[in-house]
């Protein structure tokens, strides 16, 4: 059987070495461009051990994806003591993880080199691949014009808000305005001037009490006298006026509200 021919994709690049610093990362990588016609759900792994690890190499790729088959290339051109094998992934998705985490990875004293291999691919499966990426175009379009059309509709409401605003600030403007206007006129030199009745002042002899109602009252005390404090209890004829006998006016005074001798 020929041997394969090692194609110049499946060639490991050199390091890039002059990225900018601002993109530059921890460690240096190789860099290289894809699109979606040099993606592919086949892995090509290079640099496997020749120890027997097909299993563990399976195992190894089975936490990006489920995998329909792992098979070792005879007739592919390695290095001595290697392998090298053809991975083949469910999903696009999944293979694009595997190549990403397990290249130039240490795989039981070997680095692993894994890269994309279409040209394993039927033509039925790379119609399924061009018409999945379509969908996935076509869905991230839809789901730009969504954001772009929520965003108008919030400027749109804003821009009512802050009209309804400014009409409401310039409504409260010309009260403030008409309020010191207001206030001009009355400055606080100004006088105010409240009227209230006579009676306020001096009220007349026909609601004083009569002059029965103090003959029993005891002096005022003079200045410095001291008053002593009585109890309640200490009282002997104390002063009890029914309800219905009090008066709504205590300038009124009746019979019965007099104080009592002592």
Known sequence: MEEEIRKKHHVREDLCTNRPKYRDGRKLRAIKVYTINQESQYLLVQGVPSINVKTELQDLFSSFGEI???ERLEN????????????????L?????????????NFYGGVLHVCYAPEYESVDETWTKLEDRRKSVIRRINLIERQAQREREEAELDASAAAASGDAASGS???VVAAEEDGARFSEDTPVVIELP???FFPSSD?????????????????GQTVPFVYPSQLTNPIIVPHDQRLS??????????ASPR
């Open 76 to 91: 592919y051109p390695t290095e001595e003591f290697t392998e090298v094998f053809l991975i083949k992934f469910s999903r």
């Open 173 to 175: 403007s010309e009260t």
């Open 249 to 258: 006016n205590p300038l009124q005074p009746s019979s019965s509200y007099m």
């Open 93 to 105: 998705q999944s293979a694009r993880f595997a190549k990403r985490f397990r290249d130039d990875y």
């Open 207 to 223: 609601d004083l009490p009569p002059a029965e109602h103090y003959q029993h009252l005891p002096p005022p005390p003079s200045v």
């Open 68 to 70: 329909l088959s792992c």
């Open 198 to 200: 006579e009676e306020f």
